[in-house]
């Protein structure tokens, strides 16, 4: 695997030293983004007819990532040299974000601290966690951590059912909501978090595969549900064939710039023509909107089927932006970077080596979830009532 090296400039050190970089191991091996095998073989959707519909009493409002953000909740243990050099990141090119790590105990707590410390991040803006787990939990924060909300200017979560057979990662949620002491309202939903992205204005989408994770729901009741717990106006998509994204999650070709600005992935190449033409029909549609569109390059290829190569599965977080870099891709790698500096004046590019993790089916904005301030009175707008 190649070490998660993060360069802002091609010319520029690296923020976390190479050499010390590559003695960084992880605690195990999580499972990949897509199912396994055994997972697909063995999967049945829950019954959720008995989930009661109880969302929030009032109105809500889910804040988008490219407002101001506390920080990112991740899972330390699996793919620790890309975490490490995202909390490097974080915690010293932004004047004020935190990482919240969550470990399984206290030896845990202490190699992540030692890591961490080495690596130069700040230890007074990170936060352990505490989840126990012996096996069965992974990196993919994104897909079954806390979806955040303001409930009346206090920080609540909306928790759905996970979409893999995981059960420590499903109940991080509650594991979080309880140790906070935060309110949690759970969406009875089959969901895995990574096929959502919001806009500020409260404008949502999704891929159809919430629909056939849910087959006894219509899309008009699962965008009831996202309203009633989440305010949100939800458009369902096309998704991509598995065939060319395992995951078929939206995260993985469109990212959030502003209220009225994304970024979608172009795929001109032979063999992409299917997903080519679900990115160009979304990118159009957002352009007679009125939303102004950027397009970064992705591709199929490298690892084999169903390895999804996309500069679009990125993080903003307040004053910087992490975009992934691949090896042997530098002209498209310069091409994204441009890209997102055009879109992202005000904010720092900084590139992170995603060699390794993208042929897991995902990348950094799958293993992290975004955390918003704990008191978020000054984030609610009376336009959502």
Not at 259 to 275: F, K, L, Q, R, T
């Amino acid at each position: 695997m190649a070490s998660a090296i993060v360069t802002v400039r091609a010319a520029e050190a690296p923020l976390v030293d190479p050499a010390y970089l590559a003695t960084i191991k992880d605690d195990y091996k999580g499972p990949d983004r897509g199912m396994t095998a055994q997972e697909r073989a063995t999967w049945r959707a829950p019954d959720l007819s008995r989930m009661p519909f109880a969302p929030p009493p009032n109105a809500v409002r889910a804040q988008a990532e490219y407002e101001h953000n506390d920080g990112l909740l991740v899972r330390w243990g699996d793919e620790n040299q890309l975490l490490t050099v995202m909390a490097v990141a974080a915690t010293t090119l932004d004047a004020t974000a935190r990482m919240y790590i969550v470990v399984t105990g206290a030896p845990q707590q202490a190699s992540a601290t030692s890591i961490l410390q080495e690596a130069r991040a700040d230890m007074s803006r990170i936060e352990f966690v505490l989840q126990p787990c012996t096996s069965g939990c992974s990196v993919w924060m994104r897909d079954y951590g806390p979806r955040f909300i303001d409930n009346r200017g206090a920080r609540a979560s909306v928790d759905h059912v996970y979409n893999r057979q995981r059960p420590v990662d499903d109940a991080f949620p509650d594991v979080w909501s309880a140790q906070r002491a935060e309110p949690q309202y759970d969406i009875p939903l089959v969901h895995g978090g990574g096929n959502f992205h919001l806009f500020s204005s409260r404008r949502a989408f999704m891929t159809q595969l919430i629909g056939v994770e849910n087959p006894s729901l219509t899309n008009q009741q699962i965008e009831d549900l996202y309203l009633a717990y989440q305010g949100l106006d939800v458009d369902i998509v096309p998704p991509f064939p598995r065939s060319f994204d395992l995951t078929q999650h939206i995260d993985m070709w469109v990212f959030p710039v502003d209220d009225n600005e994304v970024i979608v992935s172009d795929y001109p190449e032979a063999g992409d023509e299917v997903p080519n033409q679900i990115a160009d029909n979304f990118a159009a549609a957002r352009e007679a909107e009125g939303y102004t569109v950027y397009r970064t390059p992705g591709w199929s290829g490298g690892f084999g089927t169903g390895t999804h190569f996309t500069y679009a599965n990125s993080i903003v977080l307040n004053s910087i932006v992490m975009v992934c870099r691949f090896d042997g891709q530098d002209a498209r790698n310069e091409q994204a970077r441009s890209i997102y500096a055009a879109a992202f004046q005000d904010k720092r590019i900084v590139q992170v080596d995603c060699t390794g993790i993208i042929a897991r089916a995902g990348a950094i904005h799958c293993i992290v979830m975004h955390v918003p301030n704990g008191a978020v009175s000054l984030l609610f707008n009376n336009d959502f009532e």
